[in-house]
């Protein structure tokens, strides 16, 4: 069973760092293609960052590049996002995603908060 599970928000003021994790169960992290989406309020979601398995390397939207870095550890199981130079336009509810044997997996999301 696929699972989930992302951990690391919190309110923070502009210009602040955090750091994502994404806890996974059921998948290997390298042979996948892992995402970051986020969504704010009264918007659609919408993509952030992808690793891309094994060999495949990264992408960014270009409202994130050169801020945000997304890795994996593979021991862990885990996917994580660095959020540096955090912008009020970064809040959001944050969410790991998974397409694994032709269904998107979620999780249930971490809420970042960037004000001063």
């Known amino acids: 069973q696929v699972r989930l599970v992302e951990s690391g928000g919190g309110l923070v003021q502009p210009g602040d760092s955090l750091r994502l994790s994404c806890r996974t169960a059921g998948i290997v992290v390298n042979r996948m293609n892992m995402n970051w989406f986020r969504q704010a309020p009264g918007k659609e979601r919408e993509f952030v960052a992808v690793?891309?398995?094994?060999?495949?390397?990264?992408e960014y939207a270009d409202s994130v590049k050169g801020r945000f870095t997304i890795s994996r550890d593979y021991a862990r199981s885990t996917i994580f996002l660095q959020m540096n130079n955090l912008k009020p336009e970064d809040t959001a509810k944050y969410f790991c995603t998974v397409v694994f044997r032709g269904n998107a997996y979620w999780g249930q999301g971490t809420q970042v908060t960037v004000s001063s």
């Open positions: 690793r891309k398995s094994e060999g495949g390397g990264t």
